[in-house]
């Protein structure tokens, strides 16, 4: 509505799925094709088997050592802000350890592990829905998850970007 007044954002950022937010008022994609791109995102996810994310008051330097194989970093959310993504057992492993590292840490409260290598299954799926979708170059500059720089027209209108940011570390710092 607040467009609809003649107010427009000179830039716009949005958190994991908040992207899909400032990529549909800059014009990638409609509405509707959101929507069910949110839809259908959720729907695969759902698919996927359980996991779990941890956030933890370390940087990305600092987190490496904590990382294994079945981790994945899942987000940068600030310079010592970062969020740990995971099967269960995996992410039960590292909270244990961090806590016996007396590192403050706190389970997420998500059915999945978002934004880690156990979404790799679904990308090629998801890929392929985005491709039915019209995607256009950004109308109003925003930045990416994916590279934490400004979104670029080749990426705003690639399946592949949407699908490597289901599945890639948010880097939203």
């Not at 509405?31 to 359980?50: F, H, K, N, T, Y």
């Not at 050592?65 to 959310?77: C, G």
Request: hydrophobic content about 40%; charged content about 20%; aromatic content about 6%.
């Amino acid at each position: 509505l607040w467009m609809e007044w003649g107010i427009r954002p000179k830039a716009m950022i949005g958190h994991s799925i908040g992207e899909y937010t400032a990529a549909c008022l800059a014009g990638v994609f409609s509405l509707e094709d959101a929507l069910s791109l949110v839809a259908a995102r959720g729907e695969m996810m759902g698919q996927l088997p359980p996991g779990a994310m941890i956030a933890v008051p370390l940087s990305e330097k600092q987190v490496q050592p904590f990382m294994d194989e079945n981790l994945s970093l899942a987000a940068v959310n600030g310079p010592s802000n970062c969020v740990i993504s995971g099967p269960g057992d995996a992410t039960d492993a590292l909270e244990e350890r961090l806590i016996r590292e007396d590192i403050q840490c706190r389970r997420l409260h998500t059915s999945h592990a978002f934004h880690s290598k156990m979404t790799d299954p679904i990308l090629p799926r998801f890929t392929d829905r985005v491709r039915q979708i019209r995607l256009n170059p950004p109308q109003i500059p925003f930045i990416s998850n994916v590279t934490g720089e400004w979104m670029t027209p080749a990426d705003a209108t690639e399946p592949e970007y949407w699908a490597g940011h289901l599945r890639g570390t948010v880097r939203f710092s």
